[in-house]
Every structure is written in structure tokens, then in C-alpha cells.
């Protein structure tokens, strides 16, 4: 059985990553131009990484799905980014930030990534800054912070609602000056469908042209994989449409582990789900709550006379309200973090107290802000938010509260990775949310875009010197081998299958059904017997694409649908693996919630003997039961309490 | 209330830029009047599919008004009619039973047609690398707050830095110019003292791409404001043309 090796430095915790660059190798810059790096993805991690691997010299070779690296799905962040600046002296520092990430995380994060993470975070504001990134400042012209939740410090740097855009294109600025010099070569409209191996290394990829369907050779030595999460298995999503998790299950097919695959998180704050036809959800920024009170009516007869439309959310009473978090966990209140924060709002629909028609909404208020600040404060602050909403909703959140429901939005878990980011096929690197290595269970918020630019910038070009210094001597590759001819093969032969189907069920009917599955088995509450049934329901599922899919056009050519079938049959795999994950983990952490563990009090219940491990999923064949290896989490610093957002 | 309207669409369609494009109508029944002007056109593909004909080729990722890769001309305007909004949020609400809806490409010279509603704007893109970035590496910057920048600056560059990008100024201009485009990220960068090294180059060399890549010329007549889905403003083209006089001056 292969054994985990995860290349943690010895050393003091705090001392760690500056005794790894201590005694790293690196790479001298005449070596630098001979040496060729893939990144695939344009977001905070692939751009930052792409921009600053260009500035060291060596040689990229960029790809994106989109018709820009700007469009990246980086771009729809809203609330913030943390940084331990401590720039509002209220007691943050490096060890907090480390510690509340581990927190937030449910005890399930390597320490030694989490601690360099917060190391580094102060880089990356100093760096945004540097590159025009224009943060909220106070009238003094220092920056402005926010509070997010599972934390009780101000530690939160944001651009209006838009700090992910602004970031990505501060990331996408510094990418843009780096393909004008020409260290940087980009491949807009591609699609990355195998990564090829050449004597146990990654050493290029598979690529689509998206405009003409042709399949494209790219060789280098080293890959770097920026792909995002794979929330979109649950079809209805805050992802962006093309958002998926192919690249990944390449990765892992190709040997890379996947790691902790059923730690997903579900946003509380999303637009509720309002008909079949819907084809994404729209999150709300956590950056609400700092002033957004949630609520539920107190009564049964009150939220029922609401779902009849009999009642109005402002015709309740403040005696008749219940603000359920303030209630259950006086320290946080509405700043509880994500995972606590959805269940809690499944907890009260499902025991009747829900609002909308369907039931499966709560409220999130401001009218007591708008009291205590005026309504032109909470515009500066939200204002592009509280547009969002209105158009989608058709409502005046300043009039009448947000109607809100938890939805999927981030996937904790991702191909595991070293503390080089390494993934466990050498030469094959994954950063941001493709890797699993910083959120544990659970992310706090504010933290993506954290650990996107912080391995982008600061991390991986580092560490992947380390793997590249003994590559100096081997020559650029030519695309033309063995290897290369095999995997695109397996490419053509796999289109060649879609295209032969011909079916009477559309991609998106099966992406549905797929996402119908995930969503109510191996949801925000699982159990041994739903994710037994989802593995059951998906693999039924596979065969029915494969009976019955329809994909119209032609194979080289621009065929949208093609390309979504092509992520769709990648969708099942990782549906499967979740369920899979989840039946292991016999306990309740963070994203994962396991009803038959839980308090009396309905919190998470962890098994610390038993589950203190990142399940790792290695490939064994299709149709073959995947092998579990385990990492155990050995924390040196850290002592893992249950999570109290209480007192 | 969600209800139900039919509608009648005409939708360009073209096969790629060298082969001429037509329209072609569409009947839709029973669009609920809650699904945004995207899904509709999902509903629509979805049947095209199962008739086994072509969909419609058209570009969207984020779906929240963000991304800016949506670019749909409705009934004569970028983004539709309703003012500071993206196609992925304008919702179906805001149609009558009844009524016909044209929806175009961006025409504009310097973004050609790829496939029916789909177009290349990797002009946009030329641009920026011309100049739409500050010159500094990664690593060795000073402390974030080791310069005060008054909050109404700050302010107003992210006003300017708004920009989705998504072309639809330079797609209302009747003369197909970029300078709304390229006079946000020129002075949200000329604004911010880390940018102001190079703000006479910078204004330079976007200008001379954007020309070189055959966008039109400003005749300040504000299409490109009116119908601007984030509200970049007019002010923004003032100070470019201020940037880009005195970098000319300095010559």
C-alpha cells in the first residue's frame, strides 16, 4: 500500500516555512527560460501563479475556458479577503488568524499549510495595494477592514462587494504585463481533457479548442492545475456555468489522490431556488451579516400565513420574530460560521418556520441598521448587493427583508496535495480551491481568495523550484511521442462514444437529475442509507447517459453541448466519490454533516479517534472501488476543542 | 408573482465571421415571468436540442452580473434597455405576453462574430496588455498602509475600476470606440498614487492599440455611459483625454 508522505518541515510550527525556503533549491534564471511550466486556470490562484512564474523567468503556458483569463469565476467573489494586519489593534495576529482557520475548519486542516497560509496573508494586501487594487479606505486614507463570521476580529480587506473582481483583475493586470513580455503564452476558449504522463511525471496536457472542437498538444515540465471546486455535481450552484471539476478527476485518474471529496460547503446566504427552469443560485455576501440580523417567524401560524401570502415579513411583530442565531449562539450571533449558519436555517424550515411560497427561505433584516446608520450608510456599504437582489427578486431589500436559503458554494475538499502543493503525481501541482490542503471541514469566509493568491504568489513559485531544480538538464519536450499519441486517443475515443449515443435525454436533463440526487442525498444532512442510495442512484444514472444522452452537431466544431457532456460524465465520478467519502467518514464535521452524529443540541459531533485523517481516493480502474489511504492530522500546536460559537 | 407570457424571438444566426448571417424566429410558450433573459434562452436551446437542430451559440459563465463574458444586443440595446444592468440579470418580469424580442450580437469591427450571438472581443484583452497594468513584480512591495490614499480617491478608482469588460461600450458606440473601456482602467490607475509613475505611457500606449486594433474614435456622443451595465462615467474619457494631452505635451 502506498504511504502518505506529505513533506511537512521539522521545526517549530511558526518556523517552518522560513526554514523550508531557507534550504530549498532554486533555480538560477539562465536554467529559468529553459524550463516550461503549464497553469491551467485563470483565477486568483492560476493568474497570480501564471503572473509570477512569468516574472521569475520561466516559461508559462496559460489556459482558460472563458474568452478571457478575466472571467475566471474568482471574479464573482464579493465580501473580502483576510489578512492578519492587525491594521485595527484588536488583537489579531499571524497565531489568531492560524487558529481561527483551524477553528473554523472543525479540526480537520493541516496545521503546518494553515499556519503559512496566515504567514503570507499580509503579502498578498501589501502586493494587491501595490498593483492599484482599490480596497475601502477610511477617511484618513488607511484601509478599511469588515468582521466575517468564526472570527472576532476585524481582519477583513474588501473592494465594495466586489473584492474578488477587484483582486482578479489586479492577478489579471499583473498576467496581462506578463503576456505582452512573452513569458506568458495564452490559450483562451481551450478546455484541458487529459494531462499526459511520461515516465511516472506530468509532463503536458490534452487540450479542446472550444471554437473548432480541435484536439491540441501542449508539453511541459511541470503542470499546475488552478481549476476551482466542483460544486456544479450538485447542478444548481453558486459556481459559474462552465465552473466543473474535470480537470481534477483527470488528475486523479491519472493517480493523483483525491482528498476529503465530501467537504462541501453550503452558503447560508443564497437566493432561494424558485423553479425548475433555474439554471444557477445567486449568493448574498456573508459581509450581510455584519448587519443583517436572520430571523423566522416565532409562530407556526405566522410563517404559514406568510408562505399563503396572507401575512407580509414587515407585519410581524419584534416579539414574534425569532433571531434564531442571536439566540442559540449569543457570542457570534449572526457571525456564526457557514456550516453552522445553514444548518440552523435548515433546522427552522424544517420544523415548519420557513417563509416563501416553498417554505425554504428565512430572512435576513436590515431594517435595525438602517435605523441605527440611515439608509445611505448601508448603501456605501451594500449597495451593488442590494441591487443584485432586487433585480433577481423583484423586491427592495431596504423595504422588506432578503429572503435567503443555504446553497452549495465552495468544495472544501480537492486533489491532495504536499506542503510543496505537490500533488502525488510528481510535476503535477495543484493550488487554490483545486487543492483540499487549508479549509479542513469547513472555510471560513473571506478565506478563498486568501489561499488562491497566497499560493499563487507566495507559495508555489517557491516550491515548485524545488521540484524543477533536478529538470534543468532535461530538454524541452516534443508533443510528439508514445504518451501524447495514447492520450489523445483516449480523448477522440471518448467524444467519438458521446457523439455515437444519440439518444432522447438532453446533457442538462441528466445534469438535473445528477444534481437532484447529490442535493437531496448527500446534501447539508447525510445519512449511512442516503449516501448508499446516491452511490446506487448515480451509477444508474452514468448507464442512463450513456443509454440515452443526445449531443447534436458535429465533434470538431464549435458544440457547446459536447463540451458540457464532457464535464457532466466527470460530474457522476465525483458525485459518486463524494457519497463514497461521506459513507466513510462516520462522523459530523464542518461541511459534513452526518445525522446519526450529532449533540443533543443537533451540533456537529466529531470522532476525533477514530476520523482525525484526510481520507485520500486512489484510483484503481473504471468500474473498480477506489483504495483509501489515510494522512492522519498530527497536530503539534493545536488542541482540538468542540467548536463553540456560544460563549 | 411569477405567471406565465408567450413570446416571439428573432435571433441572429450566423455560422462564423466569413459566412453571412440571417434571423430566425422563435415561438416560446409558458416562459415564467421569474426566470432571468438567460434561462429563457436556455428553455429555448434545450428545445432546439431536442429537435434535434443547432442551439443557439451564445456566451455567459457567472450569471451574476459580473463576469461580463454575457453580451446580447436586445431590441436595440447592449444588455437590454433597463439602465446599469448585465443580459444574466435582466429578468423575464420585465416582458409582456406577447411581444417580439430581437436579440443581436455585438456589431462592432474590432469584435467579429464567432458563432450566432457569440463574439470575439480578445481586443479588450490586447489592450491591457498594452498598458493597463502597474509595472511591479511580486514580492518587495512597502506595508499596505505605508501610503495614504484620502478615501474620495480610493472611491472614485473603484468607481472607474467597475469595468466588466464586457464590450457593450464600445458595442453602442455608432463610431465602435473602446475609450470608455480604455479610460476606466487609465484612471483608476492614474488616481492611486502607485500608479501615477507610469500613468503618461500607460494612457499612451493603450490609445495607440486600441487604434492600431480598429476601434472608432470618441465623438462624445455617450452611448457607451448610458448603456455602461456598471455606470462607468463619462468623466472617466475626460481624464484620459487630460493623461493622454499632457503625456503628448511631454513628447
Known amino acids: 500500500m502506498a504511504t502518505i508522505d506529505s513533506k511537512i518541515p521539522k521545526g517549530p510550527l511558526a518556523e517552518k516555512w522560513t526554514r523550508y525556503k531557507n534550504t530549498q533549491k532554486l533555480v538560477n534564471p539562465a536554467n529559468k527560460r529553459r524550463l516550461d511550466i503549464i497553469v491551467i486556470g485563470t483565477g486568483l490562484a492560476g493568474a497570480s501563479a501564471a503572473a509570477t512564474l512569468g516574472e521569475l523567468g520561466f516559461n508559462v503556458i496559460n489556459f482558460c475556458m472563458q474568452d478571457s483569463p478575466r472571467r475566471a469565476h474568482s471574479i464573482a467573489a464579493q465580501g473580502g479577503i483576510n489578512a492578519a494586519k492587525n491594521y485595527q489593534n484588536d488583537g489579531d495576529s499571524i497565531y489568531r488568524l492560524y487558529y481561527d482557520t483551524i477553528k473554523g475548519g472543525d479540526y480537520r486542516a493541516r496545521e503546518a499549510n494553515v499556519y503559512r497560509l496566515a504567514e503570507v496573508s499580509n503579502n498578498i494586501i501589501d502586493q494587491c495595494v501595490a498593483q492599484g487594487v482599490p480596497f475601502a479606505r477610511e477617511y484618513g486614507g488607511t484601509l478599511a477592514n469588515r468582521s466575517f463570521g468564526g472570527a472576532q476580529v476585524s481582519r477583513t480587506f474588501y473592494a465594495k462587494g466586489q473584492t474578488g473582481q477587484q483582486l482578479l483583475l489586479g492577478a489579471y493586470s499583473a498576467l496581462s504585463r506578463q503576456i505582452a513580455k512573452g513569458t506568458v503564452k495564452e490559450y483562451n476558449r481551450r478546455e484541458v481533457l487529459d494531462i499526459v504522463i511520461i515516465d511516472g511525471r506530468a509532463r503536458g496536457v490534452i487540450v479542446r479548442n472550444m471554437l473548432n472542437g480541435k484536439i491540441e498538444r501542449y508539453a511541459a515540465h511541470a503542470v499546475v492545475m488552478a481549476t476551482g471546486g466542483y460544486g456544479n455535481a450538485y447542478f444548481l450552484s453558486t459556481n459559474a456555468m462552465h465552473s466543473n471539476g474535470s480537470v481534477a478527476m483527470q488528475a486523479y485518474r491519472k493517480g493523483a489522490y483525491f482528498a476529503n471529496p465530501c467537504y462541501a460547503q453550503i452558503h447560508p446566504t443564497c437566493i432561494p431556488v424558485h423553479g425548475d427552469y433555474q439554471s444557477k443560485l445567486t449568493l448574498m455576501s456573508e459581509s450581510l451579516r455584519n448587519d443583517g440580523r436572520i430571523w423566522v417567524p416565532k409562530k407556526k401560524e405566522d410563517a404559514e400565513a406568510i408562505r399563503a401570502g396572507k401575512l407580509k415579513p414587515t407585519d410581524i411583530k419584534e416579539e414574534d420574530r425569532d433571531y434564531y442565531l442571536e439566540r442559540r449562539y449569543p457570542a457570534f450571533g449572526n457571525l456564526v460560521p457557514r456550516d453552522v449558519a445553514s444548518r440552523a436555517a435548515k433546522e427552522r424550515c424544517d420544523a415548519g418556520f420557513g417563509v416563501a411560497p416553498s417554505g425554504l427561505a428565512v430572512y435576513l433584516d436590515f431594517s435595525e441598521a438602517i435605523n441605527r446608520l440611515g439608509r445611505k450608510a448601508i448603501e456605501a456599504k451594500y449597495g451593488n448587493l442590494f441591487q443584485m437582489y432586487e433585480k433577481i427578486e423583484n423586491e427592495n431589500p431596504y423595504e422588506t427583508p432578503m429572503k435567503i436559503y443555504p446553497a452549495i458554494h465552495y468544495t472544501m475538499g480537492g486533489i491532495w496535495v504536499d506542503y510543496e502543493l505537490q500533488t502525488s503525481v510528481p510535476g503535477l501541482f495543484a493550488i487554490g480551491e483545486a487543492n483540499f490542503s487549508d479549509h479542513g471541514a469547513n472555510r471560513l469566509g473571506a478565506s478563498a481568495l486568501m489561499q488562491g493568491l497566497a499560493d499563487g504568489y507566495f507559495v508555489l513559485p517557491y516550491t515548485i523550484q524545488n521540484y524543477l531544480s533536478d529538470q534543468i538538464q532535461v530538454p524541452r519536450f516534443s508533443t510528439d511521442c508514445a504518451e501524447f499519441d495514447e492520450a489523445e486517443k483516449a480523448v477522440e475515443d471518448k467524444i467519438k462514444k458521446i457523439m455515437a449515443v444519440q439518444g432522447d435525454k438532453t446533457v442538462d436533463d441528466l445534469h438535473k437529475e445528477l444534481g437532484h440526487i447529490m442535493w437531496e442525498y448527500v446534501g447539508m444532512a447525510r445519512t449511512k442509507e442516503s449516501l448508499t442510495l446516491a452511490i446506487e442512484k448515480i451509477k444508474a444514472l452514468r448507464e442512463d447517459f450513456w443509454k440515452h444522452v443526445y449531443v447534436p452537431g458535429k465533434a470538431e466544431d464549435l458544440n457547446i453541448e459536447l463540451g458540457k457532456a464532457l464535464r457532466l460524465i466527470d460530474f457522476f465520478d465525483i458525485g459518486e466519490l463524494m457519497a463514497r467519502d461521506g459513507l466513510n467518514r462516520n462522523e459530523s464535521c464542518g461541511g459534513h454533516f452526518r445525522t446519526e452524529f450529532q449533540t443533543e443540541e443537533g451540533e456537529a459531533l466529531r470522532q476525533d479517534e477514530e476520523y482525525s485523517y484526510v481520507s485520500c481516493w486512489h484510483y484503481k480502474g473504471e468500474g473498480v472501488e477506489p483504495e483509501m489511504l489515510k494522512e492522519p492530522l498530527d497536530y503539534e500546536e493545536t488542541e482540538r476543542k468542540t467548536r463553540n460559537y456560544k460563549n | ?251
Open chain 2, 1 to 251: 408573482m411569477a405567471k406565465s407570457i408567450n413570446i416571439t424571438l428573432n435571433i441572429w444566426r450566423q455560422k462564423d465571421a466569413k459566412t453571412k448571417g440571417h434571423f430566425e424566429t422563435y415561438a416560446l410558450k409558458d416562459i415564467s415571468t421569474n426566470a432571468s433573459f438567460l434561462e429563457m434562452l436556455d428553455i429555448l436551446n434545450e428545445q432546439l436540442v431536442k429537435e434535434h437542430k443547432e442551439p443557439i451559440a451564445f456566451d455567459h459563465d457567472c450569471r451574476e452580473g459580473i463576469c461580463g463574458m454575457c453580451s446580447l444586443y436586445i431590441n436595440g440595446h447592449p444588455h437590454g434597455w433597463e439602465t446599469e444592468i448585465t443580459t444574466c440579470q435582466l429578468h423575464m418580469r420585465k416582458f409582456k405576453d406577447g411581444d417580439v424580442i430581437t436579440i443581436e450580437p455585438w456589431r462592432s469591427r474590432a469584435f467579429p462574430v464567432i458563432r450566432d450571438l457569440m463574439v470575439d472581443r480578445s481586443a479588450y484583452d490586447k489592450i491591457m496588455q498594452a498598458g493597463g497594468f502597474v509595472s511591479v513584480n511580486t514580492g518587495g512591495v512597502p506595508d499596505a498602509n505605508a501610503i495614504a490614499i484620502p478615501k474620495p480617491i480610493a472611491d472614485e478608482a473603484m468607481d472607474s475600476a467597475s469595468c466588466i469588460g464586457c464590450g457593450a461600450c464600445a458595442a453602442a458606440c455608432k463610431n465602435g470606440s473602446a475609450m470608455l473601456f480604455v479610460s476606466a482602467k487609465v484612471s483608476q490607475l492614474a488616481l492611486l498614487p502607485q500608479g501615477k509613475a507610469e500613468a503618461a505611457a500607460r494612457a499612451k500606449n493603450m490609445v495607440a492599440k486600441m487604434d492600431e486594433l480598429g476601434f472608432g474614435n470618441c465623438t462624445n456622443t455617450g452611448a457607451c455611459a448610458a448603456e455602461c451595465p456598471k455606470g462607468v462615467s463619462l468623466t472617466n474619457i475626460a481624464r484620459l483625454n487630460r493623461e493622454f494631452l499632457c503625456a503628448k505635451l511631454k513628447d
